[in-house]
């Protein structure tokens, strides 16, 4: 049987090997990033510059109060498909990094086979052999472990990613929601308009019969009745949409879902605002872009492991028997060993594209948190102003309900005509409805400043 106690390389002979392996990724450091201000600039009544801590975080659209909202929010963490195929995305960055961590540790191998040899002298023989191999690349340079670290802060990225998902769901689901409830205020509006221009028709149609009234005032008081009623219905399709956009959002069909309509009016709360270091801490997408700035550096380390040499060490052993012999066997030695000589410049374009890999990111990192800053500062000067905005709109209507009261009562009289009281009651309802659309914008705005502020997401510590 051939000699197979085979020693190419002393273990002892390693450990200064191991003992000096080292890695080739830059120090990292988090980039500079825009000095944030030291308070927010667009900060008001609305949106009081306040500490935070209190306020709702993972539940934050409690905050408006409303317990069918409340119930939706619920559902859509464990039916909406974008958010099960983003944490799919996240259950393989995982994966990968575990793939990658695996190289860190030997690989074992169990080798079995079987044969059946004819000799002249000794008829047919049975060989076998069974025995096991265990390798193990030793990370001189630090390329596996850059790469457990790139795939880490990957998955990292990738959480925060799932993070920003969820948070962006959640707002779409309440800004849906309130767009929805909006559409039943406007919609209660119009059917009592609708109670009010039929009354206002029979009014003028008795009087166009007795003669007070002529049959173009009829005419007006159709035409404000049709055009109410031409609205109810556009908005009763928009409506519609909004509960079809909403089951979607909860992985349902649109063809069994139903919200009932509710009227009443979702109060706009104050938002209080965190202070800008806050921001830094609790936005998904600002903490996705910094892990991949890390990832990029650990590439670096990667790229330039590469252009230096790689050493495997192998070892097996087992039992053999071939013609007739039979007895155990073992070896241990470098499988391979490599030194890149001449590859033209391969290597070196690696290294200078990981470079360049890790300056995108770091400038992807610093817009992102630029970004977060006018975002928060775009909000607070919308939430603000619609504040300010919706009192003014309140005064409007108060004195185009009073013009329209007036001018009823005067036409009733005969000291105006028609055509006044149908400018009154559009300006009416025109004030009431803008009124409404105001409200609605309020709280959309403030689900934005929310979602600005990070919504309830917080960094892992």
Request: net charge negative.
């Amino acid at each position: 049987m051939p000699n197979r106690n085979l020693v190419t390389l002393p273990v002892a002979a390693l450990l200064p090997t191991l003992l000096a392996a080292c890695s080739m990724a830059p120090a990292y450091q988090v980039p500079v990033t825009p000095e944030a201000p030291a308070v927010y600039s667009e900060t008001g009544p609305w949106t009081p510059a306040a500490p935070a801590d209190d306020a709702a975080r993972g539940t934050w659209w409690q905050v408006f109060n409303d317990a069918t909202l409340n119930d939706l929010e619920g559902r859509i963490e464990g039916h909406n498909l974008q958010l099960a195929a983003a944490l799919a995305r996240y259950d393989q960055a995982v994966a990968l990094t575990g793939q990658a961590q695996a190289g860190l540790l030997p690989s074992l191998n169990l080798t079995a086979w079987q044969s059946r040899t004819r000799d002249p002298r000794n008829g047919d023989l049975n060989n076998y052999l069974a025995g096991a191999t265990a390798s193990y690349e030793i990370d001189l340079w630090g390329r596996i472990r850059n790469t457990v670290a790139a795939n880490r802060a990957n998955a990292e990225a990738s959480a925060a990613d799932v993070a920003t998902l969820r948070l962006s769901l959640q707002a779409k689901l309440a800004e849906t929601y309130m767009s929805l409830r909006g559409a039943d205020a406007q919609i209660a509006l119009l059917h009592q308009s609708v109670e009010a221009y039929q009354k206002a028709l029979d009014l003028t149609t008795d009087r166009f019969k007795g003669g007070a009234a002529g049959e173009i005032d009829v005419g007006r008081a159709r035409t404000q009745l049709g055009t109410t009623q031409s609205q109810l219905e556009q908005l009763g399709a928009s409506r519609a949409l909004l509960e079809h956009a909403i089951a979607v959002l909860l992985g349902e069909q649109p063809s069994s879902f139903h919200l009932d309509a509710v009227s009443d009016a979702i109060t706009v709360p104050q938002i209080p605002v965190d202070a800008p270091s806050g921001l830094l801490q609790r936005r998904p997408d600002i903490a996705a872009a910094e892990r991949r700035v890390y990832a990029a550096n650990a590439g670096i380390g990667v790229a330039r492991a590469a252009r230096f040499p790689s050493l495997t060490l192998a070892a097996g052993g087992g039992n053999e028997e071939y013609v007739g012999q039979t007895g155990p066997y073992w070896a241990i030695g470098p499988v391979a060993a490599s030194l890149p000589v001449f590859d033209g410049g391969a290597r070196k374009a690696g290294v200078a594209s990981a470079r360049a890999q890790f300056e995108q990111a770091a400038d992807t990192y610093r817009l992102t948190v630029l970004t977060a800053f006018q975002d928060v500062e775009d909000q607070l000067a919308l939430n603000n102003r619609l504040a300010v905005a919706a009192d003014r709109q309140d005064e409007a209507v108060t004195a185009a309900t009073r013009t329209n009261q007036l001018a009823l009562i005067q036409y009733k009289e005969g000291a105006a005509s028609y055509l006044d009281v149908v400018t009154a009651q559009t300006s009416e309802l025109d004030a009431r409805r803008t009124a409404l659309t105001l409200r609605t914008t309020r709280l959309l705005a403030g689900i934005d400043l929310i979602r600005a502020l990070g919504g309830g997401w917080q960094a892992s510590k």
